[in-house]
């Protein structure tokens, strides 16, 4: 039996095309700013700027603008209100965190619910609807990816050291907080971009599973890069292919071949350690 | 005055969040010099660095330092923060941690140069670690780390180097060896300060000690430190031991 036709059956179709080519541009962008995100802890603030984002998405569909714009300006308004009240409150930061981004994520339930007849696009912001998507978001998708991949790009080296070291970043004379915000907003446009393939409530894994993957075995930075940003590409492909086949939630599929691929490695990490201890 | 003072303090108060931790300081240091602070913990000397590096704004008084006022030569110097302030578990290189020494002379979007890498490699050979450069820093001892992070401020080629406790966990012979890294340094005209414990080797490598308690209780050569008056006030009356002694106990 031959099952080359079989396997690139789905391709035919423009909706899965332009599915395969956003969840890569997702994954991309959130495999390298993810890397930052499991460095400095990050993953319970990208989780809530994801849900901060909500509000955003849903006010854009009422005023019929495009759903990713919205949600870029919440996640990147709620990504600096919460490192504001952090700093201003003398509040820990998850504290300042669990405040703003409920009271986002509040806003967006009541238009939410007060919308009569919400559709199938607003459904697929909470839960991703990646085989939905149109071309007009794929472009501005793509275009945010730039913007991000870019700016990453510039201030690599920057980023690096005040992650490292905040103290002697700052005593080399770089701008931690600058840093720092920039950081936040690259995390909320990632996050924007990525709400609408595998939904709010996916959002966080795509930031930190494959980077958290990679960090299991990588002994510098390079390799944490790679290895992030190759476990996010498979698992998004590999997941809109296996979403396909056996008639899934993209976005579900997506994160669940990701978590599949952190197990594995986990596991096999440790009987590999086990062995050597052996000798 | 034939030259200008490198570090110069006046009537300095500062502290974290309202509470006072140095009071009354005045200090003026010149180029070339090498200068220890000691003191017990919370005694102010991590307090009077990060004043001078311009890390921490002090409530009172005027500080200059190479001219300017603290953080606008941020290049012309290098500071080593306490070893335990820095994220030891990350995947990075002992040679991408000294490299960073040159990310501040670099223009964003910038990789490093042959300079950059030139300077890195050299500093790490300063400190004897250049076998190190591969090693992947998660598995370095703390005497390892306390180096990489010397040769991370040697790598800018700074003209004022400020040390904070850069002997913490470091062997007596690699801590001799810091020393005599120092003391080159200061000989082609670099300004050092460094804060340490370790009162025997204050004594045996220090032209000027700061005795430090809530500030400067005493500014003078290596002999303050046999003085049990300056002691006391300097260690609060519960360490009033020889220096042999309190160093012992540090290296205990």
Redesign the interface.
């Known amino acids: 039996m031959n099952t080359m036709p079989d396997l690139l059956e789905p391709l035919q179709y423009a909706f899965v095309q332009r599915a395969l080519l956003a969840a890569v541009l997702v994954a991309l962008v959130c495999a390298s700013v993810g890397v930052f995100v499991v ?1 400095r802890g990050l993953a319970f603030l990208g989780d809530a700027i994801a849900h901060a984002a909500f509000p955003g998405v849903v006010i854009a569909f009422l005023m019929k603008v495009n759903i990713v714009l919205g949600g870029s300006i919440a996640a990147v308004v709620s990504a600096l209100a919460i490192s504001a009240v952090a700093r201003r409150s003398g509040l820990k930061e998850d504290t300042a965190i669990g405040v703003v981004f409920s009271g986002m994520f509040a806003v967006g339930i009541v238009l939410f619910s007060s919308i009569r007849t919400y559709t199938g696009d607003l459904l697929g912001i909470l839960f991703g609807d990646v085989l939905g998507v149109a071309t007009d978001q794929l472009v501005v998708a793509a275009i945010t990816a730039a913007v991000i991949l870019i700016a990453l ?3 690599w ?2 980023l ?2 005040v ?12 701008n931690t907080l600058r840093y720092d915000t920039l950081l936040l907003g690259l995390i909320g446009l990632a996050i924007a971009v990525s709400v609408q393939i595998v939904g709010v409530v996916l959002v966080v894994a795509m930031l930190v599973t494959p980077a958290a993957t990679a ?1 299991l075995l ?4 390079r ?2 890069v790679v290895g992030a940003l190759l476990v996010a590409v498979f698992s998004s492909v590999a997941g809109i292919w296996l979403s396909y086949y056996v008639n899934a939630a993209s976005g579900g599929t997506i994160v669940l071949v990701a978590t599949t691929l952190f197990g594995l490695v986990w596991i096999a990490r440790g009987v590999a350690r086990r062995r050597v201890a052996a000798g | 005055m034939s030259e200008a003072a490198v570090i110069e303090l006046r009537g300095v108060r500062a502290g974290y969040e309202g509470r006072t931790v140095i009071d009354h300081v005045d200090l003026t240091v010149r180029r070339g010099e090498l200068v220890a602070l000691v003191g017990a913990n919370g005694a102010g000397k991590s307090t009077l660095l990060k004043v001078i590096v311009g890390l921490l704004k002090p409530y009172e008084g005027s500080v200059s330092v190479l001219g300017s006022a603290p953080g606008a030569s941020a290049r012309r110097l290098a500071y080593l923060p306490q070893a335990e302030t820095v994220n030891w578990d990350y995947p990075l290189r002992v040679e991408d941690v000294v490299m960073m020494g040159r990310v501040a002379h670099a223009a964003p979007g910038r990789g490093p140069s042959s300079t950059d890498r030139d300077a890195a490699r050299d500093a790490l050979g300063r400190v004897e670690a250049a076998d190190l450069a591969r090693r992947p820093i998660q598995a370095l001892s703390g005497g390892q780390r306390q180096r990489v992070l010397l040769a991370r401020t040697l790598a800018s080629d700074p003209e004022l180097l400020l040390l904070d406790e850069p002997a913490t966990g470091v062997d007596p012979t690699t801590e001799e060896h810091l020393m005599g890294i120092l003391a080159e340094l200061a000989a082609n005209g670099r300004t050092i300060l460094v804060s340490t414990h370790d009162l025997a080797g204050v004594m045996a490598h220090f032209p000027r000690v700061l005795a430090m308690n809530g500030g400067i209780v005493a500014d003078g050569d290596a002999s303050i430190l046999r003085d049990d008056a300056i002691l006391r006030r300097t260690y609060g009356g519960h360490r009033t031991t020889s220096p042999q002694l309190v160093a012992d106990e540090h290296h205990a």
Do not use: P
């Open positions: 460095l790009w510039v201030i080296r920057q690096v050291f992650s490292f070291d905040a103290i002697g970043a700052a005593a080399a004379g770089l960090r990588a002994q510098d930075l390799a944490l």
